[in-house]
Protein backbone atom coordinates (compact mmCIF):
# COMPACT_ATOMS: atom_id res chain seq x y z
CA UNK A 1 0.00 0.00 0.00
CA UNK A 2 1.53 3.53 -1.13
CA UNK A 3 1.07 5.84 1.36
CA UNK A 4 2.69 8.60 -0.57
CA UNK A 5 0.83 7.66 -3.63
CA UNK A 6 -2.23 8.40 -1.59
CA UNK A 7 -1.62 11.70 0.23
CA UNK A 8 -3.13 14.51 -2.32
CA UNK A 9 -0.76 17.59 -3.63
CA UNK A 10 -2.07 21.10 -3.17
CA UNK A 11 -1.21 23.47 -6.12
CA UNK A 12 0.36 26.70 -4.25
CA UNK A 13 -0.87 29.79 -6.23
CA UNK A 14 0.76 30.69 -9.46
CA UNK A 15 1.26 27.90 -10.17
CA UNK A 16 -0.95 25.53 -13.02
CA UNK A 17 -1.14 22.19 -13.41
CA UNK A 18 -2.99 20.43 -16.43
CA UNK A 19 -3.05 16.89 -17.87
CA UNK A 20 -3.23 16.03 -21.32
CA UNK A 21 -2.97 12.44 -22.61
CA UNK A 22 -1.06 11.30 -20.06
CA UNK A 23 1.45 14.15 -19.68
CA UNK A 24 1.63 16.36 -16.93
CA UNK A 25 2.26 19.85 -17.78
CA UNK A 26 3.51 22.10 -14.46
CA UNK A 27 4.02 26.01 -15.43
CA UNK A 28 5.20 28.44 -12.25
CA UNK A 29 7.05 32.02 -12.22
CA UNK A 30 10.30 30.02 -12.34
CA UNK A 31 9.97 27.91 -15.68
CA UNK A 32 7.98 24.99 -17.02
CA UNK A 33 8.31 20.73 -16.87
CA UNK A 34 6.63 18.12 -18.36
CA UNK A 35 6.06 14.48 -17.22
CA UNK A 36 4.64 11.56 -19.01
CA UNK A 37 2.67 9.39 -16.16
CA UNK A 38 1.57 5.92 -17.35
CA UNK A 39 -0.71 3.43 -15.59
CA UNK A 40 -1.47 5.54 -12.97
CA UNK A 41 -4.83 8.32 -13.29
CA UNK A 42 -4.34 11.82 -12.37
CA UNK A 43 -6.98 14.03 -11.59
CA UNK A 44 -6.89 17.84 -10.51
CA UNK A 45 -9.92 19.36 -8.85
CA UNK A 46 -9.89 22.37 -7.38
CA UNK A 47 -6.04 23.07 -6.74
CA UNK A 48 -5.75 19.77 -5.54
CA UNK A 49 -4.32 16.57 -7.39
CA UNK A 50 -4.74 12.97 -6.76
CA UNK A 51 -3.35 9.67 -8.05
CA UNK A 52 -5.29 6.71 -8.37
CA UNK A 53 -4.17 3.33 -9.64
CA UNK A 54 -6.59 0.63 -11.43
CA UNK A 55 -5.39 -2.39 -10.02
CA UNK A 56 -2.68 -4.00 -7.02
CA UNK A 57 -0.62 -4.84 -9.51
CA UNK A 58 3.38 -4.44 -7.71
CA UNK A 59 4.30 -2.41 -10.89
CA UNK A 60 1.70 -0.20 -10.56
CA UNK A 61 2.12 0.30 -6.48
CA UNK A 62 5.74 1.10 -7.15
CA UNK A 63 4.74 3.75 -9.84
CA UNK A 64 1.96 5.17 -8.11
CA UNK A 65 4.25 7.19 -5.03
CA UNK A 66 6.74 7.80 -7.53
CA UNK A 67 4.59 9.85 -9.89
CA UNK A 68 3.01 11.51 -6.88
CA UNK A 69 6.71 12.48 -5.92
CA UNK A 70 7.99 13.25 -9.30
CA UNK A 71 4.86 15.72 -9.78
CA UNK A 72 4.82 16.99 -6.52
CA UNK A 73 9.02 17.60 -7.06
CA UNK A 74 7.98 19.05 -10.08
CA UNK A 75 5.19 21.65 -8.08
CA UNK A 76 7.83 22.98 -5.83
CA UNK A 77 10.29 23.48 -8.36
CA UNK A 78 8.78 25.74 -10.38
CA UNK A 79 7.14 27.71 -7.65
CA UNK A 80 10.70 27.50 -5.02
CA UNK A 81 13.48 26.31 -6.88
CA UNK A 82 16.01 23.63 -5.74
CA UNK A 83 20.04 24.40 -4.83
CA UNK A 84 22.78 22.47 -4.62
CA UNK A 85 26.24 23.44 -3.11
CA UNK A 86 29.41 21.58 -3.69
CA UNK A 87 33.13 22.12 -1.71
CA UNK A 88 36.37 22.03 -3.33
CA UNK A 89 38.55 20.50 -0.46
CA UNK A 90 42.15 20.78 -1.77
CA UNK A 91 45.49 22.79 -2.24
CA UNK A 92 45.34 24.51 -5.28
CA UNK A 93 41.24 23.32 -5.70
CA UNK A 94 39.55 26.90 -7.58
CA UNK A 95 36.47 27.05 -9.21
CA UNK A 96 35.37 29.94 -11.44
CA UNK A 97 32.13 30.70 -13.63
CA UNK A 98 31.34 33.03 -16.50
CA UNK A 99 27.93 33.16 -17.66
CA UNK A 100 27.40 29.74 -17.52
CA UNK A 101 30.90 28.21 -18.48
CA UNK A 102 32.16 26.01 -15.35
CA UNK A 103 36.16 26.58 -14.97
CA UNK A 104 37.47 23.89 -12.48
CA UNK A 105 41.04 23.71 -11.29
CA UNK A 106 41.51 20.31 -9.57
CA UNK A 107 44.71 19.32 -9.31
CA UNK A 108 44.91 17.33 -13.06
CA UNK A 109 47.18 19.44 -15.41
CA UNK A 110 44.72 21.30 -17.24
CA UNK A 111 41.26 22.84 -16.05
CA UNK A 112 38.13 21.11 -16.76
CA UNK A 113 35.81 23.26 -18.65
CA UNK A 114 32.02 22.47 -18.31
CA UNK A 115 29.23 24.24 -20.55
CA UNK A 116 26.05 24.01 -18.12
CA UNK A 117 22.74 23.71 -19.39
CA UNK A 118 20.18 26.84 -19.57
CA UNK A 119 17.83 25.76 -16.54
CA UNK A 120 21.05 25.39 -14.25
CA UNK A 121 22.46 28.77 -12.74
CA UNK A 122 25.87 28.41 -10.92
CA UNK A 123 27.52 30.59 -8.72
CA UNK A 124 31.09 30.39 -7.43
CA UNK A 125 31.89 31.70 -4.08
CA UNK A 126 35.45 31.83 -2.44
CA UNK A 127 35.98 33.33 0.23
CA UNK A 128 39.47 33.90 1.90
CA UNK A 129 40.04 30.83 4.76
CA UNK A 130 37.56 29.07 3.55
CA UNK A 131 37.07 25.97 0.67
CA UNK A 132 35.88 27.26 -2.46
CA UNK A 133 32.20 26.50 -2.76
CA UNK A 134 29.96 26.28 -6.21
CA UNK A 135 26.26 26.84 -5.58
CA UNK A 136 23.97 25.31 -8.43
CA UNK A 137 20.25 26.92 -8.52
CA UNK A 138 17.32 25.61 -10.68
CA UNK A 139 13.73 24.64 -11.09
CA UNK A 140 13.97 20.88 -12.51
CA UNK A 141 15.13 18.51 -9.61
CA UNK A 142 16.40 15.95 -12.22
CA UNK A 143 18.63 17.35 -14.09
CA UNK A 144 20.59 19.60 -11.13
CA UNK A 145 21.11 15.92 -8.99
CA UNK A 146 22.42 14.77 -12.50
CA UNK A 147 24.53 18.02 -13.16
CA UNK A 148 25.96 18.21 -9.76
CA UNK A 149 26.96 13.98 -9.88
CA UNK A 150 28.66 15.26 -13.25
CA UNK A 151 30.73 18.13 -11.24
CA UNK A 152 31.79 15.90 -8.28
CA UNK A 153 32.90 13.03 -10.78
CA UNK A 154 35.94 14.92 -11.99
CA UNK A 155 37.58 14.57 -8.47
CA UNK A 156 35.23 12.22 -6.25
CA UNK A 157 36.44 12.75 -2.26
CA UNK A 158 39.18 10.26 -1.68
CA UNK A 159 39.33 8.28 2.14
CA UNK A 160 42.58 9.34 3.71
CA UNK A 161 43.27 13.05 3.55
CA UNK A 162 38.94 14.14 2.34
CA UNK A 163 40.68 15.83 -1.26
CA UNK A 164 38.24 16.34 -3.88
CA UNK A 165 34.76 17.94 -4.51
CA UNK A 166 32.13 16.92 -1.98
CA UNK A 167 28.29 17.91 -1.55
CA UNK A 168 28.03 20.51 1.32
CA UNK A 169 27.17 18.97 4.49
CA UNK A 170 28.85 15.42 3.21
CA UNK A 171 29.89 13.60 5.56
CA UNK A 172 32.79 11.17 4.67
CA UNK A 173 34.29 7.79 5.49
CA UNK A 174 38.20 8.10 6.65
CA UNK A 175 40.80 5.41 6.83
CA UNK A 176 43.78 5.16 8.77
CA UNK A 177 46.83 5.72 6.83
CA UNK A 178 49.66 3.94 7.52
CA UNK A 179 50.63 2.26 10.41
CA UNK A 180 54.46 2.58 11.40
Not at 81 to 107: C, H, P, W
Not at 123 to 131: A, D, M, P, V
Not at 143 to 157: D, N, T, W
Amino acid sequence: MSRIGKSPITVPEGVTVSVNDGIVTVKGKLGELKQEIRDIDVKVEEGIITFERSSDKSDQKAKHGLFRALVNNMIEGVSNGFTKELELIGVGYRASNQGQKLDLAVGFSHNIVIDLAPEVKVETISEKGSSPKIKLTSFDKQLLGQVAAKIRSFRVPEPYKGKGIKYKGEVLRRKAGKSA
